[in-house]
C-alpha cells in the first residue's frame, strides 16, 4: 500500500491507469473523431487540463464534468475512468503551405496535433500506459512511428504521467518501402501517384544513416 497526497491509500498494482487512444479520419469533414479512454481500478487520475485551442477542437462530450474555454479544456475524470470524445480539425497553413493537409485519398499530420498535451492531477507514484489505434475510410493504411497501422493497437511509451501519441503519421492510399539500416527499423511512406521516389530515398538512407 501508498499513502498518497490527499490522504488516501491505494495498492501499488493499482497506480497504474491506462489510456487508449483512437482516432477516426474523416476526408469529407476535413476532421478525425477522436476519443480518449481513461481505465482505473482506484481513482488515480482525477484530471487533465489539455491545451486544445477553439480553431483545432470542438464539439467536447463524455462522462464526467468537462469544461471548455477559448485555449483550454479541463476534463474531471470519474473514479473508475471514463471517456473524452472531440473533433480535430486537420488542415492547417503555416504561412502559405500546408503542415496537414488531408484530402479523398490521403492524409499527412502530426499526431501531437490530434491528441492535445494536458496537464494532469493524479495521486501521488500515479503510472500511465498507453495504446493507440486508427480508422478511416475503407481500404486505408496508416503508418506511424508506432507501426502500420489498419485498426491494430499500438503500444505508446510510458516514460510520461500523460503520454500521448506524437509524430508525423501518412494515411490512405499510400505505398511504403521498409528496411533496417543501421540497427533502425526505416519506414519511408507517401501517396500513391504523387511521384515521391521512395526507393531511391531508402538508397540516399542506406549511404547517409550509418554515418
Partial sequence: MAACADGEAVAADERTY????????????????????????????RALDFNAPASRFTGFEGDGDIAVDSERVLWTVPASGGSLRFKAAIDHLRGNVHDARITDSWAVLRLDDLFPAARTRALKDAAAEAAVSFSGPENWRFETP????????????????????????????????????????????????????RQDTLAFLRWTLPA
Fill in 18 to 45: 491506462h489510456l487508449s487512444y483512437s482516432a477516426h479520419l474523416d476526408p469529407r469533414a476535413g476532421m478525425a473523431d477522436v476519443e480518449i479512454r481513461v481505465s482505473q481500478a482506484a481513482h488515480v487520475l
Fill in 146 to 197: 508506432y507501426g502500420p497501422s489498419n485498426k491494430d493497437v499500438h503500444s505508446v511509451t510510458r516514460d510520461k504521467l500523460f503520454p500521448r501519441p506524437v509524430g508525423w503519421m501518412l494515411a490512405g492510399d499510400i505505398g511504403v518501402r521498409r528496411d533496417r539500416i543501421a540497427g533502425r527499423r526505416v519506414a519511408v511512406a507517401a501517396p500513391v501517384g504523387e511521384g515521391f521516389r
